[in-house]
């Protein structure tokens, strides 16, 4: 086991908690809990953005997806990133300019209907948990992997720790804390790249895909885990749990029986792994997704006005595109120094394993192994955070009825229900891939949210009937597809796509009956709705000097 992985873990937690307490020192109503008091500047928000949208999904799943099936699904990383450009186009300045705390409270300012807000409460609930499982499901991974003890004790962990700050110090000290976590998790994967290209370049830079498939770089023993069959130089070989199957330098990597991954130089190629609509449904759910987000949207409403908003977009939109170079390189090295993954099917551990599997187990190859384990526990705390920030914000306003006069002691209770489930979930679904039932969860918000705050924002004619039918049917067939992909059985052809990258069909259909709704039920438009669309899209400025005595 690596001795300094230990003591970087802890450090960072201590960190964690210490940033979460200066944090509480300044958090003392309920807005700066829910909203930090609308104060936050374009910069330190930006950073907080970029620290919860980071996720295990971004720091794991991504370079693990890309080690198990090649360029086809760099479009994750690229679709995460541009998801802020609409963003930053579509959203943020009115929704700030909105005076909302949380989508369901958008949903009654712009359509004032409590039926729409209380469906919209449901969803925001469901997203937040299907996102947040993954976080702690990639925290049980990083405990296992790098220290070899339980799964349950890492996710436990990272839970509680999650669940403490937020309730003791609600938005205020979480934006500390993923500032913070932002610059943590782009050191931990930056640094010790540096180091990875370097080797690569004195190994005389071996190819990172041959028509023969991935081979064994060192000599390598694989643990089985699981009853298996191996393709072994065209002979199959039946292997059980608890076998070791040794390799020598050069030796192909065997194709497993229960690992689906892509061999040869066509892991290089578009084009195949699930076709043109895959693509193009993992596409919009990405990048249309983003907007429909409650833990990103939420950040806006703690910016001072609009303009700082878009600021803020604008931003992270740098942020986070530069981030999202370094897990493609760890996912492309890991072809190379840690094939065994693809044997064990655990790609999503390639970030974790790298530094020592390239450089040895010598002090750097176990200090970048530290640093990197660092990053991760980084990812899972922050975003964690902002999921359950803005969960815990929603159940406060719209389970507990505390916009009636709660106090922060009943933020805090929501906090702790909103804990509850996912934390149960995750001890569970161990096996789930992060990166897919991320994409998942981006796929219910883009057919979800994202037509409602498009249509909200920019079409006077929509109704809370058309907004609630479109969420309705758009929605709930995507979240069908979801719980179909988590806990169905496993389908083939046509319906496994549809099912398995549902944005393609939900999101049209969302805003078809969102728009068709509205139409049929015209007469249900506000009668203020004039007054609202002005306060979305006017500047504050304009506002200003319509208010002051003083001007012309």
Not at 502 to 530: E, I, K, Q
Request: net charge positive; aromatic share 8%; hydrophobic share 50%.
């Amino acid at each position: 086991m690596n001795p300094y992985v230990v003591p970087g873990l802890v450090l960072v937690v201590l960190v964690t908690i210490g940033i979460g307490a200066y944090g509480l020192r300044v958090a003392r109503t309920t807005s700066d809990f829910l909203v930090a008091s609308r104060s936050v500047s374009p910069s330190w928000n930006a950073a907080a953005i970029g620290g919860e949208y980071l996720s295990a999904a971004s720091f794991l799943g991504v370079a693990g997806l890309i080690l198990r099936y090649g360029v086809d699904v760099l479009w994750y990383p690229v679709g995460f990133a541009a998801g802020y450009l609409a963003l930053l186009l579509f959203v943020a300045a009115p929704l700030r300019r909105s005076g909302a705390f949380t989508l369901p409270d958008f949903c009654e300012v712009r359509l004032r209907s409590p039926t729409l807000r209380r469906l919209a409460t449901i969803f925001v609930v469901f997203i937040g948990c299907l996102y947040l499982v993954p976080q702690l499901q990639g925290a049980g991974l990083t405990f296992t992997t790098v220290t070899g003890g339980s799964y349950t004790w890492g996710a436990v962990v990272v839970g509680l720790v999650v669940t403490a700050n937020v309730a003791l110090g609600g938005m205020r000290a979480i934006t500390f804390v993923q500032a913070f976590q932002y610059w943590l998790k782009l050191t931990a994967l930056a640094v010790p790249v540096i180091f990875l290209v370097l080797q690569w370049q004195a190994d005389g830079r071996p190819a990172v895909a041959s028509p023969t498939g991935p081979v064994f770089h060192a000599a390598t023993t694989v643990e089985i885990r699981h009853d298996a069959v191996l393709l072994v130089d065209g002979a199959l070989r039946t292997v059980h749990s608890g076998d070791s199957v040794d390799f020598a330098a050069g030796d192909p990597v065997p194709e497993v029986s229960t690992v689906d991954g892509r061999r040869g130089d066509d892991w290089l190629l578009p084009g195949r792994e699930g076709g043109l609509f895959v693509t193009y449904s993992l596409i919009l759910a990405t990048f249309l997704g983003t907007m429909g987000l409650p833990h990103v949207l939420v950040r806006f409403y703690t910016n001072p006005d609009g303009a700082s908003a878009r600021r803020t977009t604008l931003v992270v939109l740098g942020l986070v595109g530069a981030f999202y170079l370094l897990p493609t390189l760890y996912g492309v090295l890991g072809r190379i120094y840690a094939p065994q993954l693809l044997m064990t099917g655990r790609t999503d551990a390639v970030v974790l394993v790298l530094p020592e599997a390239a450089l040895g187990s010598g002090p750097l190859g176990r200090l970048l192994g530290a640093l990197v384990t660092a990053g991760a526990l980084a990812a899972f705390l922050s975003t964690s955070s902002g999921l359950l920030t803005s969960v815990a914000g929603v159940v406060y306003t719209d389970v507990l009825h505390a916009d009636r006069g709660g106090s922060v002691r009943d933020f805090r209770l929501a906090t702790l229900l909103s804990a509850a489930l996912p934390l149960t979930l995750s001890v569970y679904v161990a096996d789930l891939d992060v990166s897919r039932v991320v994409g998942l969860a981006f796929a219910v918000a883009a057919s979800s949210f994202c037509p409602l705050l498009v249509l909200g924002i920019w079409w006077r004619r929509l109704t809370d009937v058309g907004a609630a039918a479109g969420i309705l049917v758009g929605g709930g067939a995507a979240m069908a597809a979801v719980l179909v992909t988590v806990l169905g059985p496993p389908l083939t052809g046509w319906p496994a796509r549809l099912v398995g990258q549902p944005a393609a069909w939900t999101v049209p259909l969302a805003f078809t009956v969102m728009v068709t709704g509205s139409l049929l039920t015209a007469r249900r438009v506000p009668r203020d709705v004039g007054a609202t669309m002005l306060r979305l899209h006017a500047p504050e400025s304009l506002r200003l000097q319509e208010r002051s005595p003083s001007a012309p």
